[in-house]
Nanobody, 122 residues
């Protein structure tokens, strides 16, 4: 079955950096749009950044200039480089992808990862 597995979260001081990774597995045929979302306690899940299979990107205004989304199509992996982190960036970060897989009959399907905690605190 398809899995999206995030890694790279942790505790960092304000102004610090982290790099998140999201690896897709499970007889992947093709991955289309991918994105990072986050959800802080008591708040709704929100889009952080998104990248198409051709490399076009868009970002939430709150992270523009600080975060960079990228992907390695050969590795079925997406990244989020987070710099100049602020306490308000504290949240669970989720990976999301639209893909076709041999394990789901090649249907165009949306998947979520389990999330990775990012905490920005001194």
């Amino acid at each position: 079955q398809v899995q999206l597995v995030e890694s790279g979260g942790g505790l960092v001081q304000p102004g610090g950096s982290l790099k998140l990774s999201c690896a897709a597995s499970g007889s992947i045929f093709s991955i289309y749009n991918m994105g990072w979302y986050r959800q802080a306690p008591g708040k709704q899940r929100e889009l952080v950044a998104r990248i198409t299979n051709t490399g076009s990107t868009n970002y939430a205004d709150s992270v523009k200039g600080r975060f960079t989304i990228s992907r390695d199509n050969a590795k079925n992996t997406m990244y989020l480089q987070m710099n100049s982190l602020k306490p308000e960036d504290t949240a669970v970060y989720y990976c999301n992808a639209d893909l076709r897989s041999g394990s789901n009959g090649y249907r165009y399907t949306n998947y979520w990862g389990q999330g990775t905690q990012v905490t920005v605190s001194s």
